[in-house]
């Protein structure tokens, strides 16, 4: 019998940092995905290395969360005991990793949006968002840098590799719109200092993309219609995959604990 | 009165000795005291200790088992209920690692990280003497490493792969 999910007092401080906590959470599981599997030995210690650092970044954001909403809540219960439609992640972040290429262009996409968020997080006037953010901060410059290095050596490599890459950022760049989107919650937050405009953050990360696209020989796409929907809870059919594998343990014996 | 505060003093400079001694248990000639992470001991009036640490990275493993060698250690040293804190801010850095810390890195055949960290540029160039014959000659095999805080270099000279402690 499944375990009834928990509820949440989504106040905006709450439901700002648990959305932030999700991304970290769920694009580190998708790296933690790789462990074993990547291309070569390196590889495989850095995607680790990263879903590590994401992790840390989501136990520090849900127990933040939790501390602020006050109600009993804890980073494990958000982590293990929300279903689908209470996550609020981004879309990207929960797409599958495909081949190399895909979850390289997918990490580029993050990392590059989460270095200049992060950076511009450490002025929030919330300390310990801004004490949060002084630590990914740094995490997040070796993330966008080894995704960079990846995105020029995919798509200048051989023709299989840049026709793949292409092929990954042609499908994934329709989720990038949402790292820049507010609604009214994060606007009122976005006033008070508290939280990062993440419209003022696009020109820096299309100059970051767009660079390094056109380093790696690739193309960005021209289409501007841009999918939605992870903020608010409407997520791709994979993030219900990914959760049955992450919760299994507190699905099968709630309350379980080592 | 100054004597309650002269023992005061000298309990916090004990509970700060006996938590100084905790080794990094994935770098084992490291203190916490020679990595920085051990930031402040305190004793309160009823004399309970508090000590505060802060986290290398995010996500490092290491800071449970940190945690746990602290407490057991000040309670083998007489200090029962020992508190210990982690505190994000301000953020570590590796500038914060002591000379001593630097020279038992090398000896232990891992690279120091280099002092003043400053945000590199994207595809910024480091130069990491090799730890076993000192050579600048070196290059860089993985920016992420054994663990969160090392990245894998290999000498040109002598040829040894070693790790090289990450500027943060």
Redesign the interface.
């Known amino acids: 019998m499944a375990t009834p999910s928990i509820n949440i007092s989504e106040t905006p401080l709450v439901l700002y940092t648990l959305r932030r906590a999700d991304d970290a959470l769920i694009l580190g599981h998708r790296l933690s995905e790789w462990c074993g599997h990547a291309p070569m030995l390196e590889e495989d210690m850095a995607l680790a290395n990263m879903g590590l650092d994401l992790l840390g970044q989501a136990r520090e954001l849900y127990s933040y969360a939790a501390k602020v909403e006050g109600k009993g809540n804890d980073e494990d219960k958000f982590a293990y005991l929300r279903d689908v439609r209470q996550y609020r992640n981004l879309l990207l972040v929960e797409q599958p990793n495909g081949d190399f290429a895909r979850t390289m262009v997918r990490q580029f996409f993050y990392a590059a949006f989460a270095d200049l968020f992060w950076r511009a997080m450490k002025n929030s006037k919330d300390e310990t968002l801004a004490a949060i953010a002084a630590k990914s901060e740094k995490e997040s410059a070796y993330h966008v840098r080894h995704a960079s290095e990846w995105m020029i050596r995919l798509g200048d490599g051989t023709d299989e590799s840049h026709a793949r890459a292409q092929t990954a950022i042609d499908d994934l760049w329709a989720f990038g719109g949402e790292m820049f989107e507010a609604d009214d919650s994060e606007r009122a937050l976005i006033d008070a200092g508290v939280a990062v405009d993440p419209a003022a953050l696009r020109p820096h990360w299309l100059k970051t993309v767009a660079d390094i696209v056109s380093e790696a020989t690739l193309k960005l796409p021209t289409g501007g219609w841009m999918q939605r929907g992870g903020r608010s809870g409407w997520h791709s059919e994979h993030l219900g995959h990914l959760l049955s594998e992450l919760q299994s343990m507190q699905r099968t014996f709630p309350g379980a604990s080592w | 009165m100054v004597t309650a505060l002269i023992e005061k003093a000298e309990l916090r400079r004990r509970a700060w000795d006996v938590a100084a001694g905790v080794v990094d248990p994935e770098i084992p000639v490291l203190t916490i005291a020679d990595l920085g992470v051990l930031r402040e001991v305190a004793v309160t009036d009823d004399g309970q200790v508090e000590v505060t640490i802060t ?1 290398t ?5 290491a800071m449970n088992m940190i945690t746990i060698e602290i407490e057991l250690a000040l309670a083998r040293a007489g200090f029962s209920d020992a508190r210990v804190r982690t ?6 850095t590796t500038d914060w690692m002591s000379e001593a810390g630097r020279r038992k890195l090398r000896e232990y055949g891992i690279a120091p990280p280099k002092t003043s ?1 400053s ?2 540029g ?2 910024g160039v480091e130069q990491v003497a090799c730890p076993q014959c000192g050579s600048l000659d070196t290059e860089v ?6 663990t ?1 805080c090392k990245a ?1 270099w290999r000498c040109n000279r002598c040829r040894e792969p070693f790790d090289y402690f ?1 500027c ?1």
């Open positions: 986290p990275y995010s996500g490092c493993p505190v994000l801010s301000p953020a570590w960290a945000r590199r994207l595809f095999l993985s920016e992420f490493g054994s969160s894998l990450k943060h």
